[in-house]
């Protein structure tokens, strides 16, 4: 369905599938009951976390029904009982009322820069909760203007947690940030407006 860049078989396990589960290496997840992956895409790292924690409760938005209809399928196949679809673009579902400030962990891999991932996410997230973001080396470069947008967003960055995937030399790294006040209503943006006017710079 051409949802991730093809690769040999071993590389897209890597990539993907266990780049998706270093987060269990971690104590990130502990004590969490809900997740949303914001931009899901293929599922990852959202539907792979959902079939490997089945007590998490897991809803997967992207903007492409295409990619939900895959997810789907995954889920009738693997009978996963903790996955929830979402049809809608990341700033419009930050807007409807069941689902804004519900969750304790907003998720998104291979999303956007960190400024404009803090407006996708943090509106999701409850007080108390955190925004998880699966990041790569450039994220030195963000983080300056994701701790401003951060900040705006009711958000506080944490140190990155460095991960490591066997016999692989790529760096990935996983940076929280815990959500300490209430995100004002001004936010999320209009769809598109935080990508072409991103907070923090």
Not at 112 to 119: I, S
Request: hydrophobic share 40%; with cysteine.
């Amino acid at each position: 369905m051409d949802l991730v860049a093809e690769a040999p078989e071993e590389e897209l396990l890597d990539r993907h599938f266990i780049d998706s589960l270093t987060v269990l290496k971690t104590d990130l997840l502990s004590g969490v009951s809900s997740l949303i992956d914001v931009g899901t895409g293929a599922g990852f790292p959202g539907m792979v976390i959902a079939l490997a924690c089945p007590d998490i409760q897991v809803t997967l938005l992207d903007s492409q029904q295409k990619r939900l209809n895959f997810l789907q399928a995954v889920g009738e196949k693997t009978e996963a009982k903790n996955i929830a679809l979402i049809h809608a673009r990341a700033e419009e579902g930050a807007r409807k009322p069941e689902l804004r400030e519900k969750f304790d962990i907003a998720a998104a891999r291979a999303v956007a820069p960190l400024n404009v991932l803090c407006e996708y996410l943090l509106p999701y997230v409850k007080i108390g909760g955190k925004t998880l973001c699966w990041k790569g080396p450039s994220l030195k470069e963000e983080l300056d203007a994701g701790r401003k947008a951060a900040f705006l967003l009711g958000g506080k960055l944490q140190d990155p947690i460095e991960t490591t995937i066997a016999g692989r030399d790529w760096q990935h790294l996983i940076l929280p940030l815990n959500k300490i006040s209430k995100t004002p209503k001004t936010y999320p943006r209009k769809p598109g407006t935080p990508k072409t006017k991103p907070l923090g710079e």
